[in-house]
C-alpha cells in the first residue's frame, strides 16, 4: 500500500462503509454481489432506508396544504432537505434548489421553461459529442420546434474535449452550452470552470448535467458560476424519482414554469392565473414526499464522510481498475482522458459486450454492457457498446480483482 492508500483507507473504513448498505451484502447466482454499476444507480445506506421507511410508517403527511401537525412537520422536513441541497451545492440561496424527478426531467425542465421561451430561430446550442441523450433529445426537440442549430463540440480520440474547437464553435448565436460534468460512458471529466468561463465570455448560459459529477466530487455552483447544474438523487445513494435543479434566481425568475397545475400558483381564476414565485413555480403537483426525506438522509450520510479520502480511495479504484484490465490481452479500455471519473467502459476483441455482462453475472458480478444512453459516443469510437465497470467508495480492489479474474473466464469461454 501507497501512503496516500493507507490513508484513504484509514479514514474510511472501508468495511465499516460496506456494512451500512444492506444490498453489498447480497449473494448473486451464489457469489457474494461484486456491484460495479454505480454509474447507472448507487446502492442505498440503511440511514436511507431507515429515514424513508420511518417517515413513511410514523411521519407521512402531504406538505404545504395541511394546516394539522404532521403536515407542518412533513412540509418543515422537506424545507430543510432544499437547506441541504442547497449546501451540498454551495447555492446561495434555498430557491434556487428546484426537486425534480432527476436529471432527465431537469434538463427537460431548463429545454421547455428556459429554451422555448428565450430561444429564436438561428440561435444555436452547444453540446458536447459525449453526451448522455437525455442531454441531447430535449435539445434536439427544441432545436426542431423553433429552428435553432446544435452544434456538437467534438472530442479527441482520448474522450477529451477539444477546448481549441469549443471556442471556435462559441459565436454571437451561442445561446446556450450544455455540457456533461462527467461522462457516463467515458468517464471523461469535463473541464466545466473553463468552459463555463469561456462561454459566459461568449454571452452564452450554461447548463451543467451533473448526473455523474455530483456522486463524485464536491460541486460548488457558484465557483462554477454555471447557470444551472441537476443531478439524481439515485445516484448519489438516495432514492429514485427525486433529484435536484439548481438555477441561478435570476434564470428561476425570468423562465416559464414547466408544469402547471396545483401547488405552482399564487391564485387561479378562469380568466387568469398568476405563478407562485420560485422554487414552487417549477414544482406543480404533490412533489415525492418520502422521496425528498430519502435525499435528505442521503446527503446526511455523505455529509460525514472525509470526501478528501472518498476522492482518493476512488482514484485508487481506477488506478488499479485501468492497470488490471488494460493488462489482458484483446481489452480495448474506451475513454482514456488525463481526468477520469472511478469507471473504466471496455470492449473485448471479437466478444460483444453483452456476453461479457453475462458472463460476469454468473459471477456474481454486477457491470453495465450497452450503449449507456450515448449512442454518439459509441459511434465516435467505432463500438455498437461497451461493457461498464462504474466505482462508488465502498467498492475494494479485491471486487476490482475479482472483475479482472472475470473477464479473464470470459475469453477462455469465448476464445
Ligand atoms: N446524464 C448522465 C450523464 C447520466 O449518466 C444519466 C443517467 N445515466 C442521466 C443524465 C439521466 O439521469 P436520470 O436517468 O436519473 O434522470
Not at 432537505?81 to 431537469?106: D, H, P, Q, W
Not at 453475462?358 to 469510437?381: S, W
Request: net charge neutral.
Amino acid at each position: 500500500m501507497t501512503k496516500t492508500e493507507t490513508a484513504a483507507a484509514d479514514v474510511l473504513d472501508i468495511d465499516r462503509i460496506r456494512r451500512d448498505f444492506p444490498m453489498l451484502s447480497s449473494v448473486m447466482n451464489g457469489h457474494g454481489l461484486v456491484y460495479l454499476d454505480n454509474a447507472a444507480t448507487t446502492q442505498k445506506p440503511s440511514a436511507v432506508i431507515d429515514r424513508m421507511a420511518a417517515f413513511l410508517r410514523h411521519e407521512y403527511a402531504t406538505i404545504h396544504r395541511g394546516v394539522y401537525t404532521f403536515s407542518q412537520l412533513s412540509t418543515a422536513e422537506c424545507d430543510t432537505v432544499r437547506e441541504k441541497c442547497r449546501r451540498f451545492l454551495n447555492a446561495g440561496r434555498a430557491s434556487e434548489i428546484i426537486f425534480v424527478r432527476g436529471a432527465t426531467e431537469a434538463v427537460n425542465l431548463v429545454a421547455a421553461g428556459f429554451g422555448r421561451k428565450f430561444l429564436k430561430k438561428g440561435d444555436e446550442i452547444l453540446i458536447s459529442q459525449i453526451e448522455h441523450h437525455s442531454n441531447i433529445v430535449p435539445w434536439q426537440r427544441l432545436c426542431e420546434e423553433k429552428g435553432l442549430t446544435l452544434k456538437i463540440i467534438p472530442v479527441n480520440d482520448r474522450g477529451e474535449i477539444i477546448l481549441e474547437e469549443f471556442q471556435k464553435l462559441l459565436g454571437a448565436r451561442t445561446y446556450l452550452v450544455s455540457i456533461g460534468h462527467v461522462s457516463n460512458a467515458l468517464g471523461t471529466v469535463n473541464p466545466i470552470r473553463e468552459m463555463t468561463r469561456l462561454a459566459h465570455h461568449a454571452g452564452a448560459w450554461v447548463l451543467v448535467d451533473g448526473a455523474q459529477g455530483a456522486p463524485h466530487f464536491r460541486v460548488d455552483v457558484r465557483e462554477i458560476d454555471c447557470d444551472f447544474y441537476c443531478f439524481s438523487g439515485h445516484k448519489i445513494y438516495g432514492p429514485t424519482g427525486i433529484g435536484v435543479l439548481y438555477a441561478k434566481a435570476k434564470h428561476l425568475d425570468a423562465m416559464d414554469p414547466y408544469q402547471t397545475g396545483g401547488d405552482m400558483i399564487e391564485s387561479v381564476t378562469f380568466e387568469k392565473t398568476t405563478y407562485a414565485k420560485p422554487p414552487a413555480k417549477f414544482e406543480a403537483g404533490t412533489p415525492a414526499i418520502a422521496e425528498i426525506i430519502g435525499l435528505g438522509a442521503a446527503l446526511d450520510y455523505l455529509g460525514k464522510l472525509d470526501w478528501e479520502a472518498v476522492t482518493a480511495h476512488e482514484r485508487e479504484l481506477l488506478t488499479h481498475a485501468t492497470e488490471k484490465l488494460s493488462a489482458i490481452p484483446g481489452l480495448k479500455i474506451i475513454g482514456t482522458a488525463a481526468e477520469k471519473a472511478s469507471l473504466v467502459s471496455f470492449s473485448l476483441e471479437g466478444i460483444h459486450p453483452h456476453d461479457i455482462g453475462t458472463v460476469l453475472d454468473q459471477e456474481g458480478i454486477a457491470i453495465r454492457a450497452g450503449h449507456h444512453c450515448a449512442q454518439p459516443t459509441m459511434k465516435r469510437f467505432g463500438v455498437p457498446a461497451t461493457a461498464r465497470a462504474s466505482f462508488a467508495f465502498y467498492n475494494t480492489k479485491e471486487e476490482i480483482d475479482k472483475l479482472a479474474r472475470g473477464v479473464k473466464k470470459v475469453l477462455e469461454i469465448f476464445k
